[in-house]
């Protein structure tokens, strides 16, 4: 059973549009909400995380929305560049436990 | 920020062979560490999650036996495949949390494991 399901699995978006990848969740224990970015052949990165205790949260161009009550939480990338193409994978947490997505591909076309 | 590390970054072993992966925490003491492996376009698999000084515990349907993982200290964990096969061929990608923080994990830049 997929503990978090992701989409969409690809998206192509132009320069300076804005890429929104979605994610949502079954279980009401999890606490911690991650997004990292994946570049080929290189391990993931952290690029922004929420608590379920705030709404929005903003760093730079990208920025987590987080709806508590619909079990569903957004990467929204603003003003995206072809140096943003890359795998974007949501996660959820509780403890030691740890639920990928299974993931979007990026491609921001010049 | 948190750095991890991976060695070899990329093997080639034969079949038959065992290969061992190390994983270390640069700047911070990691009590618990995680080992994935990732199949091309898929995302990440979570085979064990290892806590320093005790026993891994592995993932259903990991073979333990086949897959050794070792924590020995609060820095350095690792994974060493054993009698490798070509099935066993993909990306592993260990991360390891901070023993003080929160929930974060810090992703190490990956193994790409190739067995001929």
């Known amino acids: 059973q997929q503990q978090v399901k992701q989409s969409p699995q690809s998206l192509i978006v132009q320069k300076g549009g804005i890429s929104i990848i979605n994610c949502a969740y079954e279980n009401t224990a999890f606490d911690y909400f991650p997004w990292y970015q994946q570049f080929p052949g290189k391990g993931p990165a952290l690029l922004i995380a929420?608590?379920?205790?705030?709404s929005e949260k903003k760093e730079g161009r990208f920025t987590i929305s987080f709806n508590k009550s619909a079990k569903q939480f957004s990467l929204h990338i603003m003003d995206s560049q072809p140096g943003d193409s890359a795998t974007y994978f949501c996660?959820?947490?509780?403890?030691?436990?740890?639920?990928f997505g299974t993931g979007t591909s990026l491609t921001v076309i010049p | 920020g948190a750095v991890v590390s991976q060695h070899p970054s990329w093997v080639i072993c034969k079949s038959g062979t065992s290969v061992k992966i190390e994983c270390r925490s640069l700047d911070f003491q990691a009590t618990t560490m995680f080992w994935y492996r990732q199949f091309p376009k898929q995302s990440l698999m979570l085979m064990a999650t290892s806590n320093e000084g005790s026993k891994a515990t592995y993932e259903q349907g990991v073979e333990k036996d086949k897959f050794l993982i070792n924590h020995a200290s609060l820095t350095l964990s690792t994974l060493t495949v054993t009698s490798a096969h070509p099935e066993d061929s993909s990306f592993y990608i260990c991360s390891a949390r901070e023993g003080s923080g929160p929930y974060e994990q810090y992703f190490g830049p990956g193994t790409r494991l190739t067995v001929t």
């Open positions: 996660a959820a947490s509780t403890g030691n436990q740890f639920y």
């Open positions: 929420i608590r379920p205790d705030v």
